[in-house]
């Protein structure tokens, strides 16, 4: 099954928060808020997964790609987020277009 996540906005309503970072980046307890939509998509059944992104969203693509950095940072500080992320990210095929 296919999902499609528009995540283009602006975020404007989360100003002065979103100037820094995407909206999608944001944290929701321990999780980028874009990981729990992904995550609740994955359990839906959805195995191709297309993230229609916007300027200025590139975190949200470095997320899910596996950026050496962030690995490192993580496996350095946080484990388990490591290893639920590369779960996640093993879990569909991820395609990102620019709106």
């Keep these: ?11 404007s309503r989360f100003l002065p928060l979103t ?21 609740e998509a994955i359990a839906s059944g959805a195995t191709d997964l297309l993230i229609i992104t916007g300027r200025e969203k590139r975190a949200v693509e470095d997320y899910f790609d596996g950026s050496i950095r962030w690995d490192h940072y993580l496996k350095a500080n946080h484990g388990n987020a490591l290893r639920q992320l590369e779960e996640l ?3 569909a095929d991820f395609h990102f277009i620019r709106q």
């Excluded at 999902?3 to 906005?9: D, S």
């Design 1 to 11: 099954m296919k999902a499609v996540i528009p995540a283009a906005g602006l975020g």
């Design 89 to 91: 990210a093993s879990s």
């Design 19 to 39: 100037k820094e970072q995407p909206k999608e980046m944001l944290p929701v307890v321990d999780k980028p808020a874009i990981h729990w939509v992904v995550e």
